[in-house]
């Protein structure tokens, strides 16, 4: 069983920012394609950014331009990088890993193991 394990989320005022990182399984880092999703309250998880295992990113259409996706093999570590964060950015936030990436965001549907998720707050 993959266990991922996400950190760093926190309450922020609007334009702050965040990094999440998720410990990854030195394997799973290497080898998968990793993603971050959220979830508000009420609304469904959705995709915000996902790298490949060559190192291609991609992100969703509301974040694209402030957030960015890294990782380092070396700490397996997942890092999400959120600046100029807004209101609506108020979620849990999820790693996961999926086998493959086929371009773009993935569904959710198409990850196969997630953490337990992170807490962000974007409040004045």
């Known amino acids: 069983q993959v266990r991922l394990r996400e950190s760093g989320g926190d309450s922020v005022q609007p334009g702050g920012s965040l990094k999440l990182s998720c410990s990854v399984p030195?394997?799973?880092?290497?080898?998968?394609?990793m993603g971050w999703f959220r979830q508000a309250p009420g609304k469904e998880r959705e995709g915000v950014a996902a790298?490949?295992?060559?190192?291609?990113?991609s992100y969703g259409d509301s974040v694209r331009g402030r957030f960015t996706i890294s990782k380092d093999n070396a700490k397996s570590q997942l890092y999400l990088q959120m600046n100029s964060l807004k209101p609506e950015d108020t979620a849990k936030y999820f790693c996961?890993?999926?086998?493959?990436?086929?371009?773009?965001?993935?569904?959710?549907?198409?990850?196969?193991?997630w953490g337990q998720g992170t807490q962000v707050t974007v409040s004045s």
């Open positions: 790298l490949t295992s060559d190192g291609r990113s």
């Open positions: 996961a890993a999926a086998t493959l990436c086929g371009g773009g965001v993935p569904s959710p549907a198409e990850m196969v193991a």
């Open positions: 030195k394997d799973v880092l290497r080898d998968y394609c």
